[in-house]
């Protein structure tokens, strides 16, 4: 029972009936979902962007 009489404490917040959001940024924190792709290359792909990177000093998996 005390757990309820302490938690009462907080649950009496309020919402205000209307929010201002005129100062809002739309996307702030939207972050695009990445999807992991794995595709099949024939070799001589493959080590274009082999080269490719060691040319740049750029990570192959970067591509």
Known sequence: MSNIKEREKFDDYEMEDECDFADGVRGRF???KKIP???RLDNDVVLFFKK????KKYPIRHF
């Open 52 to 55: 490719l990177a060691s040319e």
């Open 30 to 32: 939207y972050e695009p």
């Open 37 to 39: 792709v794995s595709l």
